[in-house]
């Protein structure tokens, strides 16, 4: 079956633009994560999401990150007024319930110039 | 000192070496121990998966969990070139909420050269 997917695969933006990064889970996951993954750095858990729970957010880096989950399908991650420093592969993973394992979508490489 | 350590390399072998990729930590409390495998422009991937100390092995995989010095081992057999990708170690204390606990290395990138 579909794996999860992200979009973009690539951007590119300028500083102090928004940009919004899209994930598809596999159908049926209930848990779906997003991590980042930096140049040099191994990688950080930014939020999660459970079914109908209140989101994990305590990954978040600043208040200029956020993200949405429509019930138990699509995440979109917003990044504000990006920074430099926000460049970095963004990945979306999902999982049946949080201790099952979690599958990576291919990611999307935010540069931010 | 990062809580978990992995060399970066790059490492390069030649077709059918006998791969070790390690991983040391500093917090005794791990207890759950995995390897993701990361290919170019793709999401990690889970390879293996091990509680406590003890070795599991899957084809021509072995993961070994050594607690009293805090070290974890990859070995890949008869290295094959599709073996080539980042291998990442990451391990977490929990099993509840397992996924976003856990600690990841840095990766170590692999070359098999046919």
């Known amino acids: 079956g579909a794996g999860v997917s992200q979009s973009p695969s690539n951007k590119v933006t300028e500083k102090g633009k928004d940009v919004e990064l899209r994930c598809d889970p596999i159908?049926?996951?209930?848990?779906l994560y997003w991590y980042r993954q930096r140049l040099g750095q191994g990688l950080e858990f930014l939020i999660y999401f459970q079914g109908n729970s209140a989101p994990d957010k305590s990954g978040l880096p600043s208040d200029r990150f956020s993200a949405e989950r429509t019930g138990e399908s699509v995440s979109t991650l917003t990044i504000q007024r990006t920074q430099q420093e926000d460049s970095a592969v963004y990945l979306c993973a999902s999982s049946l319930a949080s201790w099952d394992e979690q599958f990576f979508g291919p990611g999307t490489r935010l540069t931010v110039l | 000192q990062k809580e978990v350590e992995q060399d970066p390399g790059p490492l390069s072998v030649p077709e059918g070496a006998i791969v070790s990729l390690n991983c040391t930590y500093s917090n005794s409390a791990f207890q759950y121990f995995m390897w993701y495998r990361q290919y170019s422009r793709k999401g990690p991937e889970l390879l293996m998966y091990t509680y406590s100390s003890g070795n599991k092995e899957d084809g021509r995989f072995t993961a070994q969990v050594d607690k009293s010095s805090k070290y974890i081992s990859l070995f890949i057999r008869d290295s094959q070139p599709s073996d080539s990708a980042t291998y990442l170690c990451?391990?977490?204390?929990?099993?509840?909420?397992?996924?976003?606990?856990?600690?990841w290395g840095l990766g170590t990138s692999l070359a098999v050269n046919p």
């Open positions: 990451a391990m977490s204390k929990d099993n509840a909420g397992n996924n976003r606990k856990l600690i």
């Open positions: 159908s049926g996951h209930t848990a």
